[in-house]
């Protein structure tokens, strides 16, 4: 609507607006406003000079935050309520929430997995503090059409990426579209890696 305010992820793509809405392009390139310049020991810098309290680990949720604090500041909000508001911030259920069980820290970010969202949930993996054995869990992306055997394939620069920040001790992988993977990382000799086609209910 005329007066309004769209905001959009600066990620490279052109965007589109109606006559008379402004637009503002949140995200870490020169071209963003706001501009995310430093993440650091769970505070978030914006190019305006401003600092919001985060303690949610993921470049990718950092630029989460910034969408809302850009979304917080057009609909009036104080910074210092922001900040209050971002201090306590936790993961949703399914997007990085983390539980313990039998002493083991569980990470569940499986919430309509994508490619883009696998690699951002492995590259924010290192980012979590661990005194003992990482294992990631994968299961198959679905609905990817003729092009699922090639971007279950790619997950591999993202699970390479991640061992090499942070060791992965072990992958497992479930389903028939993650045989290709597993038969990749054996053949390279990259990680261990195990596969089941589907799990029981006993598993």
Same mark, same amino acid.
């Given at each position: 609507?005329?007066?309004?305010?769209?905001?959009? &992820?600066?990620?490279?793509?052109?965007?589109?607006?109606? $006559? *008379?809405? #402004?637009?503002?392009?949140?995200?870490?390139?020169? !071209?963003?406003?706001?501009?995310?310049?430093?993440?650091?020991?769970?505070?978030?810098?914006?190019?305006?000079?401003?600092?919001?309290?985060?303690?949610?680990?993921?470049?990718?949720?950092?630029?989460?935050?910034?969408?809302?604090?850009?979304?917080?500041?057009?609909?009036?909000?104080?910074?210092?309520?922001? &900040?209050?508001?971002?201090?306590?911030?936790?993961?949703? $259920? *399914?997007? #990085?929430?983390?539980?313990?069980?039998?002493?083991? !820290?569980?990470?569940?970010?499986?919430?309509?997995?994508?490619?883009?969202?696998?690699?951002?949930?492995?590259?924010?993996?290192?980012?979590?503090?661990?005194?003992?054995?990482?294992?990631?869990?994968?299961?198959?992306?679905?609905?990817?059409?003729?092009?699922?055997?090639?971007?279950?394939?790619?997950?591999?620069?993202?699970?390479?990426?991640?061992?090499?920040?942070?060791?992965?001790?072990?992958?497992?992988?479930?389903?028939?579209?993650?045989?290709?993977?597993?038969?990749?990382?054996?053949?390279?000799?990259?990680?261990?890696?195990?596969?089941?086609?589907?799990?029981?209910?006993?598993?």
């Amino acid at each position: 609507m005329p007066g309004g305010l769209a905001i959009v &992820h600066e990620d490279g793509h052109a965007v589109d607006v109606p $006559d *008379g809405v #402004g637009l503002l392009r949140h995200g870490v390139s020169s !071209d963003s406003i706001p501009r995310l310049i430093s993440r650091a020991s769970g505070i978030l810098t914006l190019d305006d000079g401003s600092c919001f309290e985060f303690p949610v680990p993921g470049p990718h949720h950092a630029v989460n935050a910034v969408a809302a604090i850009t979304a917080a500041r057009a609909c009036g909000m104080k910074d210092s309520e922001i &900040h209050a508001a971002l201090a306590v911030s936790l993961p949703s $259920d *399914g997007r #990085g929430a983390i539980s313990t069980h039998g002493g083991i !820290d569980f990470i569940n970010d499986a919430y309509n997995a994508n490619p883009d969202s696998v690699a951002a949930a492995l590259m924010m993996f290192p980012e979590l503090e661990s005194s003992g054995r990482r294992v990631v869990i994968l299961g198959d992306m679905l609905e990817l059409g003729d092009q699922s055997t090639r971007l279950h394939l790619e997950l591999q620069s993202a699970l390479m990426q991640a061992h090499m920040k942070s060791p992965i001790g072990q992958v497992l992988l479930v389903g028939k579209e993650m045989a290709a993977l597993q038969k990749s990382l054996a053949c390279e000799n990259l990680l261990s890696a195990e596969h089941w086609e589907q799990l029981d209910d006993q598993a």
